[in-house]
């Protein structure tokens, strides 16, 4: 039986998932930027947004920092996470941050199919996580997907462009979204654009902890 298709994102309390794009995001991770305003400003609100997940003992072991860590709900719903995954589908802005910026060892261990107009060979990783680049459609990046996922689920892993673009062609079961007490005022809002005449959701759950709120949610045609 296949899986789910689905897709998980923190989420600022005012709809943002990214903060405003720096100046040259190319060169976010470039050592002569560093000292930007900009970059400086991206980074650290990028961090808050995500600051729910640094110190839960799910995210140390899987980019093996150390023994320890916080369990709980939020770890909970993080090992949930990634274990329920198969395989993953993400853009190609998200996979040229990512390559820049994951460990040796990408955090996915499991085949990623990149949707790009790129021609690439496949580029493995250690520690079981391959990219596959696909160039003819989001449909056929999760074909391939399922594929390779089995009766594991396949997660939309980003940017918000491509989530976007999967729930506006029916393509996703169920999203989660983990809302994060900040506010950015501008950045990614993750349904600019979204098609509401076609899209109908239906609450699965909403559980709070200590430090954000995780919302999840049924996806149906309307």
Same mark, same amino acid.
């Given at each position: 039986?296949? !899986?789910?298709?689905?897709?998980?994102?923190?989420?600022?309390?005012?709809?943002? &998932?990214?903060?405003?794009?720096?100046?040259?995001?190319?060169?976010?991770?470039? %050592?002569?930027?560093?000292?930007?305003?900009?970059? *400086? #400003?991206?980074?650290?609100?990028?961090?808050?947004?995500?600051?729910?997940? @640094?110190?839960? +003992?799910?995210?140390?072991?899987? =980019?093996? =920092?150390?023994?320890?860590?916080?369990?709980? =709900?939020?770890?909970?719903?993080? #090992?949930?996470? @990634?274990? #329920? $995954?198969?395989?993953?589908?993400?853009?190609?802005?998200?996979?040229?941050?990512?390559?820049?910026?994951?460990?040796?060892?990408? %955090?996915?261990? $499991?085949?990623?199919?990149?949707?790009?107009?790129?021609?690439?060979?496949?580029?493995?990783?250690?520690?079981?996580? $391959? @990219?596959?680049?696909?160039?003819?459609?989001?449909?056929?990046?999760?074909?391939?997907? +399922?594929?390779?996922? !089995?009766?594991?689920?396949? +997660? &939309?892993?980003?940017?918000?462009?491509? &989530?976007?673009?999967?729930?506006?062609?029916?393509?996703?079961?169920?999203?989660?979204? $983990?809302?994060?007490?900040?506010?950015?005022?501008?950045?990614? +809002?993750?349904?600019?654009?979204?098609?509401?005449? *076609?899209?109908?959701?239906?609450?699965?759950?909403?559980? %709070?902890?200590? *430090?954000?709120?995780? =919302?999840?949610?049924?996806?149906? %045609? #309307?």
């Amino acid at each position: 039986m296949a !899986g789910k298709v689905f897709f998980s994102v923190s989420m600022s309390l005012d709809g943002f &998932i990214a903060p405003e794009p720096v100046p040259a995001q190319d060169e976010l991770f470039a %050592p002569h930027r560093q000292d930007d305003p900009d970059v *400086r #400003r991206w980074m650290a609100q990028w961090t808050e947004l995500q600051q729910w997940i @640094f110190p839960l +003992r799910f995210f140390r072991e899987n =980019l093996k =920092l150390g023994e320890g860590g916080e369990e709980g =709900l939020d770890n909970d719903v993080a #090992r949930e996470t @990634f274990e #329920r $995954t198969g395989a993953s589908v993400m853009g190609k802005r998200m996979f040229d941050l990512g390559e820049q910026s994951w460990p040796q060892e990408a %955090p996915f261990h $499991t085949p990623v199919f990149v949707v790009t107009h790129t021609k690439r060979d496949p580029w493995e990783r250690p520690g079981n996580t $391959t @990219f596959h680049f696909v160039n003819d459609g989001i449909e056929h990046a999760l074909d391939q997907a +399922r594929a390779a996922a !089995g009766d594991r689920d396949v +997660r &939309i892993a980003g940017g918000g462009t491509t &989530i976007l673009e999967y729930l506006n062609a029916g393509l996703v079961d169920e999203f989660s979204i $983990t809302l994060s007490p900040v506010l950015f005022g501008a950045g990614t +809002r993750l349904f600019d654009g979204v098609d509401a005449s *076609r899209v109908a959701l239906e609450p699965v759950r909403s559980e %709070p902890s200590s *430090r954000v709120t995780h =919302l999840t949610y049924a996806v149906h %045609p #309307r």
